[in-house]
């Protein structure tokens, strides 16, 4: 990252709940303050459940959050008209988890791509957009033959890449990809990757990377937010994170990658035990002292604020206060 960092987008204080069936709140995202700087990626962390794709979808306004402010670019996207946001939204796009749920079988390759540039009408008359849905199918790698395909004659891969053509067919500045490689074969998980990369570096994107895998975020990441229970416990720049870490649950989630010599383990983690609370029952204090060894009654009756412990480091734990 530079050393003048500019945000582009911003969270203040969010938070979304959720009501079920039963009449109760889902605490999904508690209190989260965020910053994504042009050009980096940032990778969210945390178990499934956690709140990391509410969290990626509130940021971008597909989901409304209950409290709290997001800015873009500087101005508050929160509140805005739908026709004032409608120009912003175009900046930010999405890549989905699952590439066989996410493109329409009923839609060939050429409609699935050419579907953003019409809505934002971007190109003029149908040749433009086979040409414009041409040149994005060879930015991801799909043999422009299979223009008139559908996504059921696709690999996984194959179809993640028709998801991402379709994601930058109108040059976005952030692109959030939810879990994007976590539902293909291992073997084909480093040629998204791959991917990514090569776009994020040929287009000057940002990006919002969601996963649960820490060998697939260290590979794709420049910095990197945990999140526990609905709330971030650490943010630091990766390798900081990796090598330093502060929090218990980053701790405990970065010694749950296999390690061929079992003298790297960290201890703490064979201390750690139980469930994770519901986000229904929000526990008191820290969010995570009904796992934590090092729980203390200050931990049981008051949540610890995110600290600067330097060089980007930030954490959220009365152990570093
Ligand atoms: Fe553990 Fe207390 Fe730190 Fe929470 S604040 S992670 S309970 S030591």
Avoid: W
Wanted: neutral net charge.
């Amino acid at each position: 990252m530079s050393d003048n960092p500019v945000p582009l987008l911003t969270a203040k204080d969010l938070y979304k709940d959720f009501l079920t069936s039963k009449k109760q709140v889902v605490h999904a995202v508690s209190g989260i303050d965020l910053t994504i700087y042009e050009g980096e990626t940032l990778a969210l962390v945390g178990e499934s459940g956690c709140g990391k794709s509410t969290l990626a979808r509130t940021l971008i306004r597909m989901l409304a959050p209950t409290r709290g402010h997001v800015f873009f670019e500087g101005e508050d996207i929160t509140g805005m008209p739908e026709k004032e946001f409608k120009p912003i939204r175009r900046k930010m796009q999405m890549v989905f988890q699952d590439p066989y749920a996410s493109l329409d079988p009923r839609m060939t390759v050429r409609d699935i791509i050419a579907e953003p540039l019409k809505t934002y009408h971007v190109c003029r008359g149908k040749a433009e957009v086979t040409a414009k849905v041409r040149e994005l199918m060879g930015k991801v790698g799909v043999p422009e033959e299979f223009l008139y395909r559908y996504p059921h004659q696709f690999s996984g891969g194959q179809r993640q890449r028709i998801g991402i053509a379709r994601a930058i067919a109108l040059d976005p500045k952030l692109l959030v990809c939810d879990e994007p490689v976590s539902a293909l074969d291992v073997s084909v998980q480093s040629q998204v990757l791959n991917l990514l990369k090569k776009l994020k570096k040929e287009m000057n994107l940002t990006s919002l990377f969601i996963g649960h895998d820490l060998s697939v975020v260290h590979f794709i990441a420049d910095r990197v937010s945990v999140m526990f229970l609905g709330r971030i416990c650490e943010t630091a720049p990766k390798e900081e994170l990796y090598q330093h870490p502060v929090h218990p649950y980053t701790r405990f989630l970065l010694d749950a990658i296999p390690q061929a010599d079992p003298h790297l383990r960290d201890e703490s983690r064979s201390l750690i035990s139980g469930e994770t609370p519901s986000p229904v029952n929000m526990p008191s204090g820290c969010c995570f002292h009904t796992r934590c060894p090092f729980a203390s009654d200050l931990c049981r009756t008051k949540a610890p604020q995110m600290k600067d412990i330097g060089d980007g480091h930030m954490v959220a734990c009365h152990l570093t206060m």
